[in-house]
Nanobody, 121 residues
Framework: QVQVVESGGGLMQPGGSLRLSCTAS????????MAWYRQAPGKQRDLVAN???????NYADSVKGRFTISRDNAKNAVFLQMNSLKPEDTAVYYC???????????????WGQGTQVTVSS
């Protein structure tokens, strides 16, 4: 099976930086799309950024110029560098990985457990 583990959340003052990491392990053949979502209390889970296996990335308008998504295909890992953090960035952040397992012809989505990011003075 596949295990997806996130790390890097925490409490940060406005204007600060955090780096989130998400790593998948198991019988993985390849990864296609890797993404970060976030969900604030009482709100829906929204896409923050995603990155395709060729390196192309997309960002929500609210984080453009502040957040950078990157990936390490050899380690089945995706990262989110968050700079110039704002209070409105406070949320639980989830990674979502579209993986193809060994002995499978299909891609399946796997979610991380979520990591809390709180931006407050």
């Amino acid at each position: 099976q596949v295990q997806v583990v996130e790390s890097g959340g925490g409490l940060m003052q406005p204007g600060g930086s955090l780096r989130l990491s998400c790593t998948a392990s198991g019988s993985i053949f390849s990864t296609y799309v890797m993404a970060w979502y976030r969900q604030a209390p009482g709100k829906q889970r929204d896409l923050v950024a995603n990155i395709i296996d060729d390196g192309r990335a997309n960002y929500a308008d609210s984080v453009k110029g502040r957040f950078t998504i990157s990936r390490d295909n050899a380690k089945n890992a995706v990262f989110l560098q968050m700079n110039s953090l704002k209070p409105e960035d406070t949320a639980v952040y989830y990674c979502k990985l579209l993986l193809r397992l060994k002995n499978s012809a299909h891609y399946t989505a796997y979610w991380g457990q979520g990591t809390q990011v709180t931006v407050s003075s």
